[in-house]
């Protein structure tokens, strides 16, 4: 369809009508109404019937939007850029992934002898391009490959081994192991990994949960593994694992569901193989172990500092442990390597990423220059197997304008110098980056990205405020074609900082949780004033966009400040807070937002829950939701209901404000093609497009 030949948007709408219950709980006193429980149910003739009138009505005005296809083109442009992911040493052979610029999907790389050779493209497995590669690891010789792959988007990830020499298959598919890690054994006939448990031998509603640590040898059949761990643990841990370097240290991370109770636990596979606890945590603290080259176990950890600090021990002796590394009051250390008989250290300040250089014993040597502002993922060094660079560290590295790259920092010159950049060339627009600084309702300090075609406000334009706020989960500049289109476009895009996510430490993931989860909502609020106060834009000008947990977040914006928004794109989102548990990992999240059973906890979602909010007669915004029927995550029933009320409750004319949802099937919450992308995004940026005002 040419721009010319585009259908014209409808005259009116008519919602399709849902079923209206007239139903009401009394839930430790409160008289809790659920008009739309029936959506709840996918299988139900009367949700199959509303969703599929629903799909109409949204291709009815999504496909009419202006800018369609010069947006799609300009999108698939942008990505051409493809990325590159931080290599893997493996005795000399180096494995990494690259997306080339005409690819839906990265594919895995090993380099021996300066020979390129594909191990693993997802498009060659499917050609549909459903199946999505979710992780992977060579054996310590390089001789091997472990990887896991799943299909429509349910993350439920199969396992196979290949040999790297001849590309046959040794082993898989092993089926439940959603993104397990992987800890290779010397020789490459063994490893550990993590899988859930039987099905059958558990509650239909625990299916999902009841994960081990198993000891596998290749070729053999799963139900030989050995059981590990686990057993007699809360159903819902989730396992990290490593193996040492010379394979006689085992070290396992877990922690129930998303609670930040980190315990850690080790064993001497050359002597009797226990495992032994380390640090059991009650209180609450992020504790991640491992044992470096050099034959120490380290230690990052919140315990006793919210902003972490690092740890060392003997591991044969693992309670002794010593601070190699104190907490600092104004960055959050994320990582530490060992490198050459020194240490790096990853930290973030304000979200921006930064490097240091220690000594073995902590004491701080100098600052690694980085490329820009930006932030860095996947730090990676050479294996004692392989030959020459025993001081260079490998780095990912992206910011707003460059797009995923891989630089190479030496410690004896001290320079840093790209490795691998974007395998795509790509005309990227010349835009203006900063950070805001803003206060809160509270008088908390937020920050702020604002990246527009000028560095200061020169008048008001259609902007996208984002966020995230929960689950210590921050995000510091990174490339996004979304945002360089929106922005090149003549728009303001803006990602706030909030409280809930790791930008300044634990404590700043903690004052965004729970009883206090309204902070995460007042400081979204404060940055759309602050962008609105310093000329940016206009309440007629700002739209708001998140997913999952920042569904959550701009659902609840819309339903508590519905005047200070002109639009919403609600993605993939959590919305009814009273019965979130009851799908899919929901009950893994009841630390985080709390539990409807607990009588304090429940008034506490109950005085934010978007679901329970919509009320009749109130001007909405301009709504969009999108969902994916194979979320292995989020329910899409939170959608479904939260868009029938709205629908329902609105008074907005519905051909200005439309109110409306978009469904995909046969993808989920995460990993998805490139094409898919662009589509999704095509149609939430040209409906926020034509609620703002933006020219595309």
């Known amino acids: 369809?040419?721009?010319?030949?585009?259908?014209?948007?409808?005259?009116?709408?008519?919602?399709?009508?849902?079923?209206?219950?007239?139903?009401?709980?009394?839930?430790?006193?409160?008289?809790?109404?659920?008009?739309?429980?029936?959506?709840?149910?996918?299988?139900?003739?009367?949700?199959?019937?509303w969703s599929e009138a629903q799909d109409a009505l949204a291709r009815s005005w999504l496909d009419a939007m202006p800018g369609r296809e010069r947006l799609g083109a300009r999108l698939a442009e942008l990505m051409r850029t493809g990325s590159v992911g931080t290599p893997v040493w493996r005795a000399g052979r180096a494995f990494y992934a690259r997306r080339d610029p005409d690819r839906d999907h990265a594919v895995l790389y090993v380099l021996v002898d300066g020979v390129e050779r594909a191990l693993v493209d997802p498009s060659a497995l499917d050609p549909s391009?459903?199946?999505?590669?979710?992780?992977?690891?060579?054996?310590?010789?390089?001789?091997?490959?472990?990887?896991?792959?799943?299909?429509?988007?349910?993350?439920?990830?199969?396992?196979?081994?290949?040999?790297?020499?001849?590309?046959?298959?040794?082993?898989?598919?092993?089926?439940?192991?959603?993104?397990s890690p992987v800890g290779w054994l010397p020789g490459?006939?063994?490893?550990?990994?993590?899988?859930?448990?039987?099905?059958?031998?558990?509650?239909?509603?625990?299916?999902?949960?009841?994960?081990?640590?198993?000891?596998?040898?290749?070729?053999?059949?799963?139900?030989?593994?050995?059981?590990?761990?686990?057993?007699?643990?809360?159903?819902?841990?989730?396992?990290?694992?490593?193996v040492s370097e010379d394979g006689r240290w085992l070290v396992v991370n877990g922690a129930p569901g998303t609670v930040r109770k980190d315990s850690v636990w080790i064993a001497d596979l050359h002597g009797d193989g226990a495992l032994n606890p380390v640090i059991?945590?009650?209180?609450?603290?992020?504790?991640?172990?491992?044992?470096?080259?050099?034959?120490?176990?380290?230690?990052?950890?919140?315990?006793?500092?919210?902003?972490?600090?690092?740890?060392?021990?003997?591991?044969?002796?693992?309670?002794?442990?010593?601070?190699?590394?104190?907490?600092?009051?104004?960055?959050?250390?994320?990582?530490?390597?060992?490198?050459?008989?020194?240490?790096?250290?990853?930290?973030?300040?304000?979200?921006?990423?930064?490097?240091?250089?220690?000594d073995a014993d902590?004491?701080?040597?100098?600052?690694?220059?980085?490329?820009?502002?930006?932030?860095?993922?996947?730090?990676?060094?050479?294996?004692?197997?392989?030959?020459?660079?025993?001081?260079?560290?490998?780095?990912?590295?992206?910011?707003?304008?460059?797009?995923?790259?891989?630089?190479?920092?030496?410690?004896?010159?001290?320079?840093?110098?790209?490795?691998?950049?974007?395998?795509?060339?790509?005309?990227?627009p010349d835009l203006s980056t900063r950070q805001v600084a803003y206060q809160s309702a509270d008088g908390t300090v937020v920050r702020m990205f604002v990246v527009s075609g000028s560095r200061h406000p020169d008048l008001p334009r259609p902007t996208l405020l984002t966020g995230y706020g929960g689950f210590a989960v921050g995000r510091g500049p990174g490339y996004s074609a979304t945002t360089l289109a929106w922005a090149e476009a003549g728009g303001v895009w803006a990602h706030a900082s909030l409280r809930g996510g790791d930008e300044e430490g634990e404590e700043w993931h903690r004052a965004g949780m729970r009883e206090s989860k309204q902070n995460v909502f007042d400081d979204f609020h404060a940055a759309a004033e602050r962008l609105i106060a310093d000329g940016w834009t206009t309440p007629q000008q700002l739209s708001i966009m998140g997913g999952s947990n920042g569904g959550l977040l701009v659902g609840a914006a819309l339903t508590q400040r519905p005047e200070l928004y002109a639009a919403v794109v609600c993605s993939a989102p959590l919305l009814d807070m009273v019965r979130y548990e009851h799908f899919l990992?929901?009950?893994?999240?009841?630390?985080?937002?709390?539990?409807?059973?607990?009588?304090?906890?429940?008034?506490?979602?109950?005085?934010?829950?978007?679901?329970?909010?919509?009320?009749?007669?109130?001007?909405?915004?301009?709504?969009?939701?999108?969902?994916?029927?194979?979320?292995?995550?989020?329910?899409?029933?939170?959608?479904?209901?939260?868009?029938?009320?709205?629908?329902?409750?609105?008074?907005?004319?519905?051909?200005?404000?439309?109110?409306?949802?978009?469904?995909?099937?046969?993808?989920?919450?995460?990993?998805?093609?490139?094409?898919?992308?662009?589509?999704?995004?095509?149609?939430?940026?040209?409906?926020?497009?034509?609620a703002t005002g933006l020219e595309l």
């Not at 999902?208 to 159903?235: C, I, M, T, Y």
């Open 362 to 428: 902590g004491t701080w040597v100098r600052e690694v220059p980085l490329p820009g502002t930006g932030s860095l993922h996947g730090m990676s060094t050479a294996d004692a197997r392989t030959p020459g660079d025993r001081d260079v560290l490998w780095f990912g590295w992206s910011d707003f304008t460059t797009p995923s790259s891989v630089y190479r920092f030496s410690v004896a010159t001290g320079a840093v110098e790209l490795h691998a950049a974007a395998p795509g060339a790509v005309d990227i």
């Open 1 to 49: 369809m040419t721009e010319d030949s585009r259908a014209a948007l409808p005259a009116t709408i008519t919602y399709p009508a849902a079923d209206r219950l007239d139903l009401v709980e009394d839930l430790h006193g409160h008289l809790v109404a659920d008009p739309y429980r029936s959506l709840e149910d996918p299988a139900d003739p009367r949700t199959a019937a």
């Open 280 to 358: 059991l945590t009650e209180e609450g603290a992020q504790c991640t172990a491992w044992i470096e080259p050099d034959g120490r176990l380290y230690l990052l950890t919140s315990l006793d500092a919210p902003r972490f600090r690092l740890c060392s021990a003997d591991p044969a002796s693992p309670r002794d442990w010593t601070e190699l590394v104190a907490e600092e009051p104004d960055s959050v250390l994320e990582g530490a390597v060992w490198l050459d008989g020194s240490l790096v250290l990853a930290r973030t300040r304000h979200a921006v990423s930064e490097l240091h250089l220690h």
């Open 129 to 179: 391009g459903r199946t999505t590669l979710d992780r992977w690891s060579p054996s310590r010789e390089g001789t091997r490959l472990a990887y896991q792959v799943s299909v429509g988007g349910d993350e439920h990830s199969l396992l196979h081994v290949l040999d790297v020499d001849t590309g046959e298959l040794l082993d898989g598919p092993v089926d439940r192991c959603r993104y």
């Open 188 to 242: 490459g006939e063994e490893f550990f990994y993590v899988r859930r448990v039987d099905p059958a031998l558990v509650p239909e509603d625990e299916r999902q949960f009841h994960r081990r640590v198993w000891r596998h040898r290749v070729g053999a059949p799963a139900s030989e593994d050995v059981n590990v761990h686990g057993d007699g643990l809360d159903h819902t841990y989730y396992y990290g694992l490593s």
């Open 585 to 690: 990992l929901g009950r893994l999240w009841s630390e985080e937002y709390g539990s409807a059973s607990v009588p304090e906890e429940l008034e506490w979602l109950l005085a934010y829950s978007p679901y329970h909010r919509v009320r009749p007669g109130v001007e909405y915004p301009s709504v969009l939701f999108t969902v994916f029927e194979s979320d292995s995550r989020v329910d899409p029933n939170h959608a479904r209901k939260m868009c029938a009320a709205l629908q329902g409750a609105t008074a907005s004319d519905p051909t200005k404000h439309p109110v409306l949802i978009r469904r995909e099937t046969e993808v989920g919450h995460a990993g998805r093609s490139v094409s898919r992308s662009v589509g999704l995004a095509v149609d939430q940026l040209t409906f926020l497009a034509r």
